[in-house]
């Protein structure tokens, strides 16, 4: 297969001015050596700390894996021939390994080309069901992992287009699965398809305020191919391979058996589908069964919703988040608005709680009123829960330990949820008798697990907490030298044993367990460094303060062999950021950057470069702050203009910098601020922006955080919008943009007309279109060819 890259520019620093068709190019050895990497594996472990799944895949996808048949429809992108995700990334291949062995197993039995997602223990652990997609659909096949040992027990007839096809029962001896009926209708081609008239759609005079999705449905033949294609029978398989009917076809879209296994609850979407919203909207009705399939109760009906009040604070109305209680047989649980969904509504209670115990023969019982808007209910293994809620407005979030012996409740959490320094952890979970994940709270004690951010860096920790008094006291700090230390799993508390993992700026990120009352550490795994060519380079976090006093930080790399001390020559610096919208200062300012992470260089930042002689800011602080009441879109080109003026000073001070040769450059929201910067600072002398949205008013309903539509604040839509200033645009830019973009508001047409507009305006601009890519880059083809974009680009405008 041979596919052109479309490409556009202007004369600047050599570019030729004239539409390109090229073919696909690698960057320079010192990038390609990086790039060309064999990925190490992802891990999976079993909630009782026994095995260890090692899943393998591609570093990359190939353009092959880009190029299969794609329907997009209702919010969705899926193969039609294999009705599985077409943006799906699979594993090819498995090993495992007990804990308290010192190598591997290669997994025996595995499909010829394998191509594995999907992947889930069974509720006694000795098992793990997962898909294989072969060449005309998707199969189901389980993993002894006793013995190492795979094998098939389904025909590949699943439907996987709405997510995973399968969930387990309880008995760990049977899967229920969704499958492709029988007989299944064709699709409509609707390109070769005679209308039979035009689309109507209807507003009814109520407000809303609708995002710009992306692959909604568009017409009666979307509808009639998005049924097709969702529609499964529901079937019971036995781990032998028996085949039993369960519910016929309809669109399934939630499948959750009750903890005891007595019961599952099966969420359906209905007509009427939406032209302007994705399935998640559509009308749902939920339904319960027992096992035998017999109707217990309808629980649940929701219409659609196409209406919403203003506010990321607001819901939809009636029944929502409805789950099974984890630490009880069958009752459900779920919030309503007491606001009518609405967040500029001052009540008292935002949100109640209501408990619904099987088989529904009683009314639902009230459980606890939030208020703000309900977040979530934790259960644990004893009598106590904890309650969440959030505001988005305010940031603030808080968490209630409700009693329920009683159902009285404290506060034990109150406080900016982007204040990591206040972050006081999340409690250590097990696995309680129905196999659910609970927080672990026996004998009236638990353990909280926190990052461990603070203004002296980051210093993990695990706290014991009395869940009475709710005293804490310290139990372990990780305080490694030039080294991270995650606590990811408390194995046992009384031992001492945790799970950790450790890493450096040069070490590969590997899990150990560590006792910590001893301080010895066992390694599990033991990936190498595959980018050993950069182990010497330089990295620190640096730290430096805006104009108004904010605290900014920023990870700095120089060349291996850069003399700090004394320079003899200045370097060309690459920044690469993202704006973060915060409420206040201090939060902004606080720092989560660690120099003991490990480097990774990516395509998502300029790390390459350091290879090539220039020093590199990655990650910069770009905070956008709005205190009390203002939003802080309000001043957003100062305070991004100020960003980037704070981190070119904090470098150059140190002397390692010619801050007349300064690039930017970021992804998506970070090629708006890149974009933006180049309109309205002097202080860049080029940038590259990858699949940003420039032109506001196309977002009309909100964008990033911004929640006040266009018609609220004209002025600020149309002033942070590079399109409408492109004629202050001159300094040069190189665009790239997928060109099957799925996320919302950054179309790919965004790119398309905001080069149109600096083209016809005479700004030095080059615009690179990425065949079959969405808003993530995955083909090795396209990545490798961004690279060397990004190569010449900057070679031509800060060396050449």
Not at 90 to 99: A, C, D, G, P, Q
């Amino acid at each position: 297969m041979k596919i052109k890259l479309t490409l556009a520019a202007l004369v600047f620093a050599g570019l030729v001015y004239a539409q390109e068709n090229i073919t696909y190019q690698q960057p320079s050895p010192e990038i390609l050596q990086l790039a060309d990497f064999q990925r190490a594996p992802s891990v999976m472990m079993d909630s009782k700390k026994q095995w260890l799944i090692f899943s393998y895949r591609p570093t990359y996808k190939s353009l092959d894996d880009l190029n299969q048949p794609e329907m997009k429809l209702a919010g969705l992108r899926v193969n039609p021939v294999t009705n599985i995700s077409s943006t799906v990334t699979y594993v090819n291949n498995l090993k495992i390994k007990r804990l308290k062995d010192k190598t591997e197993t290669q997994v025996k039995g595995l499909p010829t080309n394998p191509k594995i997602t999907y992947m889930s223990f069974s509720p006694d652990e000795k098992m793990m069901a997962f898909t294989n997609t072969t060449s005309k659909g998707v199969e189901l096949w389980l993993l002894d992992l006793a013995t190492a040992t795979a094998r098939k027990i389904s025909n590949d007839n699943l439907n996987a287009n709405l997510g995973s096809p399968y969930v387990w029962m309880r008995d760990s001896q049977q899967l229920l699965v969704k499958r492709i009926p029988a007989g299944r209708g064709n699709l409509i081609d609707s390109k070769n398809e005679i209308p039979t008239g035009p689309t109507v759609s209807n507003a009814d005079g109520k407000v809303s305020q609708n995002r710009t999705y992306q692959d909604l449905l568009k017409n009666p033949q979307d509808e009639a191919n998005f049924e097709t294609l969702a529609k499964a029978d529901l079937v019971k398989i036995a781990v032998n391979g028996t085949v039993s009917d369960y519910k016929p076809a309809a669109i399934y879209t939630g499948m959750s058996f009750s903890p005891d296994g007595n019961y599952v609850m099966l969420t359906t979407i209905e007509r009427p589908y939406s032209y302007i919203v994705p399935l998640s909207r559509f009308p749902m009705s939920s339904e319960v069964y027992d096992q035998a399939g017999n109707l217990v109760k309808k629980v649940n009906e929701v219409p659609l919703t196409e209406i919403m009040p203003k506010g990321f604070s607001s819901v939809r109305t009636g029944k929502r988040n409805m789950t099974w209680r984890d630490d009880q047989p069958a009752t459900l649980v779920y919030a309503e608005a007491l606001d009518g969904g609405d967040a500029a509504k001052s009540v008292e209670y935002r949100d109640e709680i209501f408990l619904w115990e099987a088989p529904f023969d009683q009314d639902p019982k009230s459980f606890f009123k939030t208020a703000q808007r309900f977040s979530g209910v934790d259960w644990s293994n004893s009598d106590f829960a904890v309650v969440s809620d959030s505001w988005y407005d305010t940031r603030n979030t808080k968490s209630y330990l409700v009693n329920l012996k009683n159902n009285t409740s404290k506060v034990i959490g109150d406080r900016n949820y982007q204040d990591v320094y206040m972050d006081p952890g999340t409690f250590n979970t097990t696995k309680n008798q129905y196999g659910r994940t609970v927080i672990d709270a026996k004998n009236n004690k638990s353990y909280l697990v926190g990052d461990g951010f603070t203004k002296n860096g980051q210093f993990p920790f695990i706290d014991e907490i009395d869940l009475n008094s709710l005293s804490k006291k310290r139990i372990y700090t990780s305080k490694l030298k030039n080294s991270k230390e995650s606590i990811v799993d408390i194995i046992d508390a009384k031992s001492g044993n945790v799970l950790v993992v450790e890493q450096s700026a040069n070490k590969y990120p590997n899990y150990f367990v560590r006792n910590i009352k001893n301080g010895k550490a066992t390694a599990l795994t033991s990936f190498a460094n595959p980018f050993e060519s950069i182990k010497d380079v330089y990295k620190e976090v640096i730290k430096y303060k805006r104009n108004d006093g904010v605290e900014l930080t920023g990870t700095l790399y120089l060349p291996a062999n850069f003399d700090r001390k004394n320079p003899k020559e200045k370097l060309p610096l690459l920044i690469w950021a993202y704006p973060t919208e915060y409420k206040d200062k201090n939060t902004a300012g606080q720092n989560t950057q660690n120099p003991n992470d490990f480097t990774f260089p990516s395509y998502g930042s300029f790390i390459y470069w350091v290879t090539k002689g220039y020093a590199v800011l990655d990650d910069a602080a770009f905070p956008i702050i709005g205190e009390g009441t203002a939003e802080p879109n309000d001043t957003f080109l100062a305070q991004l203009i100020a960003n980037g003026k704070a981190a070119i000073d904090a470098v150059d001070k140190l002397g390692y910098i010619d801050r007349n040769k300064v690039a930017v450059g970021g992804h998506s929201y970070g090629a708006f601020m890149t974009a933006n910067l180049l309109s309205h600072s002097k202080d860049y002398a080029c940038g590259i922006a990858r699949s940003g949205a420039y032109n506001r008013t196309l977002t009309p309903f909100g964008f990033q955080s911004e929640q006040r539509n266009y018609w609220d604040v004209p002025e600020i839509y149309n002033t942070m919008s590079p399109f409408m200033n492109a004629d202050k645009m001159k300094t040069p830019m190189l665009l790239i943009h997928g060109e099957a973009d799925n996320n919302p508001g950054t179309f790919t047409l965004q790119t398309e007309r905001y080069f149109q507009a600096l083209k016809n305006l005479g700004a030095p601009v080059r615009m690179v279109l990425l065949p079959l890519e969405s808003h993530g880059y995955a083909a090795r083809e396209n990545i490798l060819h961004v690279l060397w974009e990004q190569d010449q680009f900057l070679e031509k405008c800060l060396k050449k």
